[in-house]
């Protein structure tokens, strides 16, 4: 007996979808049957990926977001439901990086990092969330309420890695920041959870994994290979679903056992 799921009926909500992963997340819970909501700064990006999912028989929209900018998160967010309705589900995907040793972290390099992954991050997810509370709490009996909210950390959040020090504190923030939401809305039918991926092959990277510091970096790794991007989409769908009610504060790794 094959098992499916249907996020049909629902939106979801994606930042970052502009590429690489958010443009994958975005892909896959329209394949699943939700509605999607492309939300990211790069706003010609966004309208190329609506009309590949649109192509693909989906259901998708464009919304400029700036995550630094809480008037522009604010209205993002306001724009979304009164365009497509109550956000169901929100994938906290934004995120930045730069690579420099300890020593060399400018305060510019700090405020960068920490205003999109962890400020913007916490933002973003404080304005669906407050949505989802409200409807949760002055719902008609039997109506669906509550949400899924899925922040995208890193396996450097867990694992400290040289030269991206800063990135891996403003990840470790996001899981804590997980924890927090989901100990305070959980009971509200609010599902707060993190996934973090490892080694990613994407459009940004690509190239490094074949130039002979990336070959050497990907001897290190336990079976000596990066993912990609559609190798999350399983554990992605799963925790947007009605069928993850239980799993809420949880911390994911999909790292190829890298972490271990």
């Given at each position: 007996?094959?098992?499916?799921?249907?996020?049909?009926g629902?939106?979801?909500f994606?930042?970052?979808?502009?590429?690489?992963?958010?443009?994958?997340?975005?892909?896959?819970?329209?394949?699943?049957?939700?509605?999607?909501?492309l939300a990211?700064?790069?706003?010609?990006?966004?309208?190329?990926?609506?009309?590949?999912?649109?192509?693909?028989?989906?259901?998708?929209h464009?919304?400029?977001?700036?995550?630094t900018?809480?008037a522009?998160?604010?209205?993002?967010?306001?724009h979304a439901?009164?365009?497509?309705?109550?956000?169901?589900?929100l994938?906290?995907?934004?995120?930045?990086?730069?690579t420099?040793r300890?020593?060399?972290?400018?305060?510019?390099?700090?405020?960068?990092?920490?205003?999109?992954?962890?400020?913007?991050?916490?933002?973003?997810?404080?304005?669906?969330?407050?949505?989802?509370l409200?409807?949760?709490?002055?719902?008609?009996?039997?109506?669906?309420?509550?949400?899924?909210?899925?922040?995208?950390?890193?396996?450097?959040?867990?694992?400290?890695?040289?030269?991206?020090?800063v990135y891996?504190?403003?990840?470790?923030?996001?899981?804590q920041m997980?924890?927090?939401?989901?100990?305070?809305?959980?009971?509200?039918?609010?599902?707060?959870?993190?996934i973090?991926?490892?080694?990613?092959?994407?459009?940004?990277?690509?190239?490094?994994?074949?130039?002979?510091?990336?070959?050497?970096?990907?001897?290190?790794?336990?079976?000596?290979r990066?993912?990609q991007?559609?190798d999350?989409?399983?554990?992605?769908?799963?925790?947007?679903?009605?069928q993850?009610?239980?799993?809420?504060?949880?911390?994911?790794?999909?790292d190829?056992?890298?972490?271990?």
């Open positions: 007996m094959a098992y499916s799921i249907d996020l049909s629902r939106v979801a994606i930042t970052g979808a502009s590429g690489g992963l958010g443009a994958q997340f975005a892909r896959t819970l329209s394949s699943a049957g939700a509605a999607v909501v990211s700064r790069r706003v010609e990006k966004l309208k190329d990926l609506r009309a590949r999912i649109d192509g693909e028989g989906g259901d998708a464009v919304i400029e977001l700036d995550v900018d809480h522009s998160i604010r209205s993002a967010v306001a439901e009164t365009e497509v309705g109550s956000i169901d589900i994938v906290n995907n934004s995120g930045v990086s730069t420099q300890i020593q060399d972290v400018s305060g510019d390099d700090f405020d960068y990092m920490f205003d999109t992954n962890v400020k913007g991050a916490f933002f973003v997810a404080q304005e669906v969330g407050k949505r989802m409200a409807r949760a709490q002055g719902s008609a009996p039997g109506t669906f309420t509550g949400g899924r909210i899925v922040n995208v950390a890193s396996m450097a959040g867990l694992k400290v890695l040289p030269k991206i020090g891996c504190m403003s990840k470790a923030a996001v899981i997980t924890k927090a939401m989901a100990l305070e809305w959980g009971r509200f039918g609010i599902n707060v959870n993190a973090c991926p490892g080694y990613i092959d994407t459009a940004l990277n690509h190239a490094h994994w074949q130039t002979e510091s990336g070959q050497k970096l990907m001897q290190m790794l336990p079976r000596k990066v993912g991007p559609q999350l989409d399983a554990l992605m769908v799963m925790l947007c679903s009605d993850s009610h239980f799993i809420n504060g949880a911390v994911i790794s999909a190829d056992g890298f972490g271990v």
